[in-house]
């Protein structure tokens, strides 16, 4: 084994999650992760035309692939079935990135009920998921605290608390001057 293929398998090892392959299975799997890795990657480059995209794509495929693979193995073309997962996934991502500028121009066309700062918009941009999704939700839609609720499937308070630490960074974000019409309390 060369020194680039011992780097590979330590890294494609602790990618799946185990140092040493204890079981006949982790084994297997091991090498079947070695062997198709990277042709697998290669295949989803050449769908999104992003090398970290794909890499991240095939390793997702093959994680969903580790995590059922006492079934996966026995499949006469395991290697078909993980390619066939990766391949979804990426046609996914080019569908929606084919979407994106759709979806961005009718926002901008749509008739908000008031002008957003774009600054608020790149700070909102900097919140976690959830946080991002409250304020969107409340501020933006102008739901009210039980809506946000039911749509992030939280209770009020968690919503609440989402709310109350996205207006604090955002006010960091912002250099705590106004938020930009965004301030009409929870």
């Known amino acids: 084994m060369g020194r680039a293929e011992a780097h590979y398998r330590v890294v494609s ?8 392959a204890t ?8 090498a079947f992760f070695r062997e198709q890795f990277p042709p697998v990657v290669r295949t989803i480059f050449l769908i999104v035309h992003d090398w970290e995209g794909a890499q991240d794509l095939a390793q997702e495929a093959f994680i969903e692939c580790f995590s059922r693979w006492n079934h996966v193995s026995h499949y006469e073309r395991p290697e078909a079935w993980v390619r066939r997962i990766a391949i979804r996934r990426a046609v996914r ?24 700062d774009i600054d608020v918009v790149r700070a909102i941009r900097e919140l976690p998921a ?25 209770s009020p308070v968690t919503a609440k608390v989402h709310l109350h630490r996205a207006r604090k960074r955002l006010a960091e974000l912002l250099g705590e001057r106004e938020l930009g019409g965004l301030d009409h309390g929870s």
Request: hydrophobic content about 40%; glycine content about 4%; charged content about 30%.
């Open 93 to 116: 991502v080019v569908r929606r990135e084919r979407l994106r500028p759709l979806l961005e121009r009718q926002l901008r066309n749509s008739s908000l009920s008031r002008p957003i």
């Open 23 to 30: 079981t006949t299975g982790e084994l297997e799997f091991s």
């Open 130 to 154: 959830a946080q991002r999704a409250a304020v969107v939700l409340f501020y933006l839609e102008d739901r009210s605290v039980r809506e946000v609720a039911d749509i992030l499937n939280c």
């Open 13 to 20: 090892d602790r990618a799946l999650g185990f140092t040493e």
